[in-house]
Each structure stands twice: as structure tokens, then as C-alpha cells.
């Protein structure tokens, strides 16, 4: 492959560049052919579990380690509720109550990367960034 294109990443601002890692990510998306079904853990628990306490789950493409709570997480939120289909390899944060938890989907099984709680978010973050590589 011959490299055409040229940008000095220096040159852009940490927003700039946190918009093309999202673009990037789009697009091998778009490009990969070996999905897998991620399902919360909680997605069969009760309608009153579900409606008591906080629950989220999202694939993220970035983390913004200047942010101190789940903000610092970007990318699209799943279902909660149901199965979803993200690409092999996708990193997503999972939130149950005040209980965080970071997975790599794979096809056999999710791969537990990170656990903690929410009074504890900035080490999280920091931890979750290193991890990933993200």
C-alpha cells in the first residue's frame, strides 16, 4: 500500500483528533465482516432491577481522560435490554447500579478487562485509557 495522504497529527487539536480515531473506527467498522452478540449482564434480570437501579452499556471508540465520569466514554450506547451486534474485538463499558465494568467482545466469550465503581471514576478512566490503548 502507498501512502498518498500526508497529515501532521501534531498539528491538530486533541478534539480534532479524537473526531478522525472516531471516523476511523467508523470506517473499519464498515469494512469488517466478523461481528459478535454482546449482551449485557444484566439483560435478563427483572423489569424491577432494570427500572431501580442505573444501567448502561456502551462500545467505546475513545476515552477523554480529561473527563471525570462517564462522559470520558465515547462512542454509541447499546441495549441494555437485548442482544446487540458489535465487531469482533469492540471495547465496551458496562454499568450496573454504581458498578463499572470493561469488556473486549469476542466471539466466544467476552474478555473481562476492568472492574470498579463509580466513586472511584477517575482511576477507572485512567486504568480503562491504559487497557485499551485508547
Same mark, same amino acid.
Given at each position: 500500500?502507498?501512502? /498518498? ?6 498539528? $491538530?487539536? *486533541?478534539?480534532? *483528533? /479524537? +473526531?478522525?480515531? /472516531?471516523?476511523? %473506527? #467508523?470506517?473499519?467498522? =464498515?469494512? @469488517? ?5 454482546? @449482551?449485557?449482564?444484566?439483560? !435478563?434480570?427483572?423489569?424491577?432491577? $432494570? ?15 480529561? #473527563? ?8 454509541? +450506547? ?7 451486534? %458489535?465487531?469482533?474485538?469492540?471495547? %465496551?463499558? !458496562?454499568?450496573?447500579?454504581?458498578? =463499572?465494568? $470493561?469488556?473486549?467482545?469476542? !466471539?466466544? #466469550?467476552? !474478555? $473481562?478487562? *476492568? ?13 480503562? #485509557?491504559? %487497557?485499551?490503548?485508547?
Amino acid at each position: 500500500m502507498q501512502n /498518498n495522504m500526508s497529515i501532521n497529527l501534531k498539528e $491538530l487539536t *486533541l478534539e480534532e *483528533l /479524537n +473526531f478522525l480515531q /472516531n471516523q476511523i %473506527v #467508523k470506517e473499519k467498522d =464498515l469494512r @469488517t465482516n466478523n461481528y459478535c452478540i454482546y @449482551t449485557h449482564g444484566c439483560c !435478563e434480570r427483572s423489569t424491577h432491577h $432494570l427500572n431501580k437501579y442505573k444501567h448502561y452499556a456502551k462500545r467505546i471508540t475513545a476515552i477523554d481522560p480529561s #473527563k471525570k465520569n462517564g462522559y470520558a466514554f465515547i462512542g454509541d +450506547f447499546l441495549s441494555v435490554d437485548k442482544q446487540n451486534l %458489535v465487531p469482533e474485538g469492540s471495547y %465496551v463499558i !458496562e454499568v450496573c447500579s454504581n458498578n =463499572l465494568t $470493561l469488556y473486549r467482545v469476542h !466471539e466466544d #466469550k467476552d !474478555e $473481562l478487562l *476492568l472492574t470498579g465503581n463509580d466513586r472511584e471514576y477517575v482511576t477507572f478512566i485512567k486504568k480503562a #485509557k491504559e %487497557v485499551t490503548g485508547l
